[in-house]
């Protein structure tokens, strides 16, 4: 089920948008809506379209959308990131001594991730696009 829905998001355009419960859904829906109203349709730039062929994590598959994001690097960042949400969220996160340190930074704690995919992956969840 999941690879077809990977499948269709890839091939035919359709957005399939990853929520962990009813509140992320809400929210994503209403950010839908509020940018429908808006008519912010135009591209970013940084999303590609890229087939992640039977991909069965759908997570997985949406990071690998990004440019620079290879199904490892997706695996890696669900490593450290167990959650997309955490991305949207934009939270802090805790590095290896412990100390609080912002999204960009975590992410660039990752291996092969670099400040530029860092941005990417942020940018790709989030509604300000100025990182």
């Known amino acids: ?3 077809m829905q990977t499948s269709l998001a890839v091939k035919r ?3 399939i948008i990853y929520t962990d419960d009813m509140e992320g859904t809400l929210y994503a829906v ?3 809506f509020e940018r429908h109203l808006n008519d912010e349709n135009q591209e970013t730039g940084y999303v590609k379209t890229h087939d992640t062929g039977e991909i069965d ?3 997985i598959a949406i990071l690998m959308q990004i440019e ?3 199904q490892e690097k997706a695996e890696l960042i669900l490593e450290a990131v167990p959650s997309l949400e ?3 969220l934009e939270r802090d996160m805790y590095d290896e001594d412990g100390e609080v340190v912002t999204m960009l ?3 660039q704690l990752i291996r092969g991730i670099g400040e530029v995919t860092a941005r990417r992956v942020i940018n790709a969840f989030q509604d300000d696009r100025s990182l």
Request: hydrophobic share 50%; net charge neutral; aromatic share 4%.
């Open 13 to 15: 355009g359709i957005k």
């Open 57 to 59: 994590d759908v997570q």
């Open 1 to 3: 089920m999941l690879g």
């Open 68 to 70: 620079g994001i290879s």
């Open 30 to 32: 209403n950010r839908l």
């Open 86 to 88: 955490l991305l949207v």
């Open 105 to 107: 930074e975590y992410l």
